[in-house]
């Protein structure tokens, strides 16, 4: 069970306001994300419910009973962190065994359990290692061994995946999705990667500036953002966003619009522009084009899609995915 | 540009270090060669360096007069004790300022190293009439006190400087994985200091070791350490320049012996952390 329930939830550092009021359900069994940019408080929101950092006021409870004043050993969650932080004097095998050993378990049963975690992790082969002698990859693995042998009520990771490359990076989202499936633990994962949050949440909370700006499935945040914000975050590349004497025509201050969701003709449409830059990446084609009156804006067209620097384009919103909103940047 | 290094550079500064190590050491080669000389040649104008008749007779002479082997004891005890004592106390000082540091922690650092300035002899009776009303003048233990004290700041500025290159996240991961706090100190954060924690531990050993003001001024027969056995030999019935050196060797000997065999530890304990 691990259903995490925040009430209130306020942190402030000395004078720093860093998270202003923050009520958020988690049910068991969810994978939500934390995303936002750098500084918008997403890692002390972790941290709070780690116990690593106190709140200044507010609830927090874990399956129902008040945890805020409980120390992090005592809660029952289990963290992975973006420095992996294993214990570089222990081998593999103690790093594992570390959680267990302090809950208190005997001998055999903590063998056999390092042995199985070792086994789904694929680190059979390098349990008498130091950690220092592991590639990052497989550190990111002693880690997650260390956080899973101990059955915790919740995982909690820290941008676990952001000291490795892109490739591992890919390996290790699906590593860490497969796991989900398997142990159906609640896990909560912070990043500043919206990639991530799309592939792997169940959930997303985005936040910005200590504020929950809105929480959903990857899908309705991306089909539904409900502000600006939002709308600018979820999905890569960024949205458009078109005010000035074009937003009126659709009744609203600003318009936004997807580079997918844009119609590319050479005949003619609603806006038309010079191709600036035309990246192929094989299987799409990312256009940037300068739009009289409007400015540069992207498009996303299929790899076959052949654009040169100086051609002339027409760009049409497709039919409903224009997202309207008003002066204070709230969807209509 | 890079800065280059001819031949003859190098081994001019590889003269220069040696002349200076020599200077250094000059003064405890001397003690060591008066040791093995008659008293007449101790004295002897101009002294001779090497060619004068060896004897150990000396070494009989201190041996017989004084129990070298009592005060050696006691110096160990002192020595030991004290340093012991101090990383139990510093140990968990030092973890507070470093992973929980509160506004005043620069503040209690410095004020720690400033007591290092004052005269030990500005606050010699006060401490001596503690420990007259305590019992505490002559004692082992009342030695160890003294010595943990005077040393702690030292032992917990040398801790608190190597504990700062741990990582918190480290420590953190351990409270995670459900460590207490003398769990997280013991199994992590003591393993992972631990060439900090040795070089401490033999910087201070030796510091104890030579201490003199204190152990001189608060002891007599009983818990006399090595330095109160020297100071025996230099004595209102005339200054004895062989026997001195004799007892004076015996005394550095074991600490000279230990540093020797440390010399790696005990450079990077004086850097206090700098170099990594």
């Known amino acids: ?332 | 540009m890079a800065r280059t290094v001819t031949r003859s550079h190098k081994t001019l500064v590889t003269v220069l270090a040696w002349m200076v190590g020599l200077a250094i050491f000059f003064p405890i080669l001397w003690t060591i060669l008066t040791s093995f000389k008659t008293e007449a040649e101790a004295i002897a104008s101009p002294p001779s360096f090497l060619a004068f008749e060896w004897t150990l007779e000396n070494y009989g002479d201190v041996h017989e007069r004084s129990n070298y082997f009592r005060h050696f004891w006691n110096s160990v005890v002192i020595s030991l004790g004290s340093t012991l004592l101090g990383l139990l106390i510093a140990i968990p000082a030092a973890w507070a300022m470093a992973f929980v540091p509160g506004k005043q922690t620069k503040n209690v650092l410095m004020w720690m190293l400033s007591t290092k300035m004052l005269p030990p002899v500005g606050v010699l009776i006060p401490i001596y009439l503690i420990f007259r009303d305590y019992g505490l003048l002559d004692t082992l233990s009342g030695l160890v006190i003294v010595l943990t004290l005077i040393n702690l700041p030292i032992i917990i500025w040398m801790l608190y400087t190597y504990f700062k290159e741990i990582p918190g996240e480290i420590l953190e991961a351990a409270r995670m994985d459900g460590a207490t706090l003398a769990a997280e100190i013991i199994h992590v954060l003591t393993p992972m200091a631990l060439p900090g924690i040795a070089s401490t531990l033999l910087l201070n050993i030796i510091l104890a070791w030579n201490e003199a003001f204190w152990t001189l001024n608060l002891t007599a027969a009983k818990a006399a350490p090595l330095t109160a056995f020297i100071a025996s030999y230099s004595s209102p019935e005339g200054l004895f320049y062989a026997k001195l050196s004799a007892a004076s060797t015996m005394a550095i000997a074991p600490i000279l012996i230990m540093g020797w065999f440390s010399q790696k530890q005990l450079v990077r304990g004086l850097t206090f952390g700098a170099v990594k």
């Open chain 1, 1 to 332: 069970m691990g259903k995490i329930t925040l009430s209130n939830v306020n942190k402030t550092f000395g004078e720093t306001e860093v998270i202003p009021s923050i009520d958020l359900e988690i049910e068991d069994g969810e994978f939500v994300v934390f995303v936002g940019p750098s500084g918008c408080g997403k890692s002390t929101l972790l941290r709070l419910i780690a116990g690593l950092e106190d709140v200044t006021s507010g609830i927090i409870k874990i399956n129902g009973k008040d945890a805020t004043r409980v120390p992090p050993a005592l809660r029952g969650l289990a963290m992975v962190f973006q420095s992996y932080a294993l214990y570089p004097h222990m081998s593999v095998r103690k790093n594992i065994a570390f959680p267990l050993k302090m809950a208190g378990f005997n001998k055999e049963d903590i063998d056999q359990r390092v042995e199985a975690a070792a086994n789904v992790l694929n680190l059979t082969d390098y349990l008498e290692r130091r950690p220092g002698q592991l590639s990052g990859g497989q550190r990111q693995r002693v880690a997650i061994g260390r956080a899973i042998v101990r059955e915790p009520a919740a995982f909690l990771f820290d941008e676990p995946l952001s000291n490795l490359d892109a490739a591992l990076r890919g390996n290790m989202r699906l590593e860490i999705t497969e796991l989900h499936q398997k142990l159906k633990t609640t896990m909560i994962y912070v990043t500043h990667d919206q990639v991530e949050a799309m592939t792997m949440a169940d959930k997303i909370v985005v936040l910005n500036a200590g504020r929950i700006e809105q929480v959903g499935t990857p899908l309705e945040l991306y089909r539904n953002p409900r502000n600006l914000f939002v709308a600018g975050f979820i999905g890569s590349p960024k949205m458009n966003f078109i005010s000035g004497n074009h937003a009126p025509k659709f009744d609203a201050d600003t318009i936004g619009v997807r580079p997918e969701h844009l119609k590319l003709s050479t005949d003619g449409g609603l806006w038309e522009g010079t191709v600036s830059v035309s990246e192929h990446l094989g299987s799409d084609t990312f256009l940037h084009i300068k739009v009289d009156n409007i400015g540069t804006i992207n498009a996303r067209a299929g790899g076959e899609f052949s654009a040169h620097p100086g051609d002339r384009l027409w760009l049409t919103p497709e039919e409903g995915q224009v997202h309207r909103l008003d002066a204070n940047g709230q969807v209509l």
